[in-house]
């Protein structure tokens, strides 16, 4: 600072050399108000003669024709000649802050604004309760500005977010759902059966192809009730090429309670993997009290692997509007293979309602003994771990509320209750596949194409994309399949496993 110091008085004095001999005048402003100053000045002694001294000081200030004095710069005062002694005085009493009146004058005059606020009654405590809440706005106020600055940052990095178009368009079209279309080799699974024998230990892959092709089956003779097919007519189930793909995510598209077109992101890899769809009854109709609650396990016809959560029986954790509590659900325990198939199974993606939200009973922990395999796929976490129980968070937004209070516009049903509801968790894989279907001796031909996500160990969504087009569509009068002569997927695995192996479970 005293380098700084030693620089502004030389170049103040500068400053004043160059401007010397500038003809820079006052303005016409400055001229009227000296002149008012002037006669204001001279009218009480107008009588008296003009003193030497008077005519000393009209002649400093040169004036021009117009009457506007000369100006220059003036390095001759005070406060100019006190500059050096600044970092000297800074440096013994502290910066002019530190002893100034003006705090303390300025804070005296928010006080008196207190004092006439009150009703001049018990002023202290008023005064008290006013500079309390003066506060809470202060503190509201740069919250509020906190958080608008966090928006706009977040909008920022929307914005160099790239659009996905197929996610956009199936939001424009009115489609349910849209899953990618592309079959990239890294996606690719080249062989379902050897895939799932070399996952035959886990609990989730036990059951897999018998259930996948008892889902196919029931999807295209139009059955999707819980139908029962025997081991035959499972058997008759052929894919084509024995290969499926997998994808990351699944956009499920809804209309909301106030009639507009909403979209969830689903991606078994992170949080975003629960789901909402409408439970059947027994006798095949859909109450309008009735959900299921599903985590996605990635796959790729379109289909959705799930493994399902069931409320909670204790009367203790009984949730509902009526209980004021949260419904409880969580996984059920695997001990035996009628465990597993109540555990896992398949849904089609158009099933689905939307999202939801569940939040983990950190109370009641987590547990790693849930599935008899402790590295499955469908673990919750990538630890291989399950939390026990979920909160189902009904007020996660007001399109959900509305579907538990019923009266959405928007909404097909009215409202959801608790009684009839399962619940499920969505697994880790999504695949395509292509499968001829063949029933009984008059064919039945369906080409389907699925892609899914997920690789051994890593959650993700198990999709299937049907695309029967018009003229290959299933009739009884077509005739052979155009897939019989392909071999099924037991045969084409006869490089990886033996060949006396069950073709019911492909392994």
């Given at each position: 600072?005293?380098?700084?110091?030693?620089?502004?008085?030389?170049?103040?004095?500068?400053?004043?050399?160059?401007?010397?001999?500038?003809?820079?005048?006052?303005?016409?402003d400055e001229y009227t108000r000296w002149k008012k100053r002037q006669a204001a000045a001279q009218a009480p002694r107008s009588t008296q003669p003009a003193t030497s001294k008077s005519k000393s000081k009209a002649s400093v200030p040169s004036e021009t024709a117009d009457g506007?004095?000369?100006?220059?710069?003036?390095?001759?005062?005070?406060?100019?000649?006190?500059?050096?002694?600044?970092?000297?005085?800074?440096?013994?009493?502290?910066?002019?802050?530190?002893?100034?009146?003006?705090?303390?004058e300025l804070q005296h005059r928010f006080i008196k604004n207190q004092f006439e606020r009150t009703n001049k009654k018990d002023v202290v405590e008023q005064m008290t309760r006013i500079g309390d809440v003066s506060s809470a706005l202060k503190r509201m106020d740069l919250e509020?500005?906190?958080?608008?600055?966090?928006?706009?940052?977040?909008?920022?990095?929307?914005?160099?977010?790239?659009?996905?178009?197929?996610?956009?368009?199936?939001?424009?079209?009115?489609?349910?759902?849209?899953?990618?279309?592309?079959?990239?080799?890294?996606?690719?699974?080249?062989?379902?059966?050897?895939?799932?024998?070399?996952?035959?230990?886990?609990?989730?892959?036990?059951?897999?192809?018998?259930?996948?092709?008892?889902?196919?089956?029931?999807?295209?003779?139009?059955?999707?009730?819980?139908?029962?097919?025997?081991?035959?007519?499972?058997?008759?189930?052929?894919?084509?090429?024995?290969?499926?793909?997998?994808?990351?995510?699944?956009?499920?598209?809804?209309?909301?309670?106030?009639?507009?077109?909403?979209?969830?992101?689903?991606?078994?890899?992170?949080?975003?993997?629960?789901?909402?769809?409408?439970?059947?009854?027994?006798?095949?109709?859909?109450?309008?009290?009735?959900?299921?609650?599903?985590?996605?396990?990635?796959?790729?016809?379109?289909?959705?692997?799930?493994?399902?959560?069931?409320?909670?029986?204790?009367?203790?954790?009984?949730?509902?509007?009526?209980?004021?509590?949260?419904?409880?659900?969580?996984?059920?325990?695997?001990?035996?293979?009628?465990?597993?198939?109540?555990?896992?199974?398949?849904?089609?993606?158009?099933?689905?309602?939307?999202?939801?939200?569940?939040?983990?009973?950190?109370?009641?922990?987590?547990?790693?003994?849930?599935?008899?395999?402790?590295?499955?796929?469908?673990?919750?976490?990538?630890?291989?771990?399950?939390?026990?129980?979920?909160?189902?968070?009904?007020?996660?937004?007001?399109?959900?509320?509305?579907?538990?209070?019923?009266?959405?516009?928007?909404?097909?049903?009215?409202?959801?209750?608790?009684?009839?509801?399962?619940?499920?968790?969505?697994?880790?894989?999504?695949?395509?596949?292509?499968?001829?279907?063949?029933?009984?001796?008059?064919?039945?031909?369906?080409?389907?194409?699925?892609?899914?996500?997920?690789?051994?160990?890593?959650?993700?969504?198990?999709?299937?994309?049907?695309?029967?087009?018009?003229?290959?569509?299933?009739?009884?009068?077509?005739?052979?399949?155009?897939?019989?002569?392909?071999?099924?997927?037991?045969?084409?695995?006869?490089?990886?496993?033996?060949?006396?192996?069950?073709?019911?479970?492909?392994?």
């Amino acid at each position: 600072m005293k380098k700084l110091t030693t620089k502004l008085g030389s170049e103040l004095r500068n400053f004043a050399e160059v401007t010397q001999n500038m003809n820079v005048r006052e303005t016409p402003d400055e001229y009227t108000r000296w002149k008012k100053r002037q006669a204001a000045a001279q009218a009480p002694r107008s009588t008296q003669p003009a003193t030497s001294k008077s005519k000393s000081k009209a002649s400093v200030p040169s004036e021009t024709a117009d009457g506007r004095r000369i100006c220059f710069f003036n390095i001759n005062t005070y406060k100019v000649h006190a500059i050096g002694d600044y970092v000297d005085t800074i440096a013994e009493f502290g910066t002019t802050d530190s002893y100034s009146t003006q705090i303390c004058e300025l804070q005296h005059r928010f006080i008196k604004n207190q004092f006439e606020r009150t009703n001049k009654k018990d002023v202290v405590e008023q005064m008290t309760r006013i500079g309390d809440v003066s506060s809470a706005l202060k503190r509201m106020d740069l919250e509020l500005e906190q958080r608008e600055a966090q928006l706009q940052s977040q909008i920022g990095d929307l914005a160099t977010l790239p659009l996905d178009p197929e996610g956009l368009q199936s939001l424009l079209d009115g489609s349910p759902y849209t899953i990618g279309q592309t079959e990239r080799s890294a996606d690719l699974i080249p062989s379902i059966t050897r895939w799932i024998y070399e996952q035959r230990h886990d609990d989730a892959m036990k059951f897999f192809i018998p259930q996948l092709k008892r889902f196919f089956l029931a999807r295209f003779l139009g059955n999707r009730n819980d139908p029962k097919f025997n081991e035959e007519e499972i058997l008759g189930i052929r894919f084509h090429q024995d290969r499926m793909y997998r994808h990351k995510t699944l956009r499920i598209n809804y209309t909301s309670y106030d009639v507009l077109r909403q979209q969830d992101l689903l991606n078994p890899s992170t949080s975003n993997r629960f789901i909402l769809l409408p439970a059947q009854s027994e006798d095949g109709s859909t109450p309008p009290p009735s959900v299921s609650y599903g985590n996605v396990v990635p796959r790729r016809e379109d289909f959705v692997h799930v493994r399902w959560l069931y409320y909670n029986t204790d009367e203790a954790r009984q949730g509902g509007w009526d209980e004021c509590r949260l419904d409880h659900i969580g996984y059920e325990q695997c001990y035996t293979d009628q465990d597993l198939l109540d555990s896992f199974d398949f849904v089609h993606p158009s099933d689905i309602i939307r999202a939801v939200h569940l939040i983990p009973d950190f109370q009641s922990g987590s547990s790693g003994t849930l599935l008899n395999f402790a590295k499955s796929i469908a673990h919750d976490s990538e630890e291989h771990w399950d939390w026990k129980y979920y909160y189902v968070n009904r007020f996660v937004d007001r399109d959900m509320l509305m579907r538990y209070l019923g009266g959405g516009i928007g909404h097909y049903r009215y409202a959801i209750g608790s009684s009839d509801v399962t619940l499920g968790s969505e697994q880790n894989e999504r695949e395509g596949i292509e499968v001829s279907v063949e029933t009984g001796e008059e064919g039945k031909n369906g080409n389907m194409e699925s892609e899914g996500e997920g690789s051994d160990g890593e959650e993700s969504i198990c999709l299937a994309l049907d695309e029967v087009s018009d003229e290959e569509e299933p009739s009884v009068d077509e005739g052979p399949s155009e897939f019989e002569d392909d071999v099924s997927e037991d045969e084409m695995e006869g490089h990886a496993v033996d060949e006396d192996e069950d073709d019911l479970y492909g392994f």
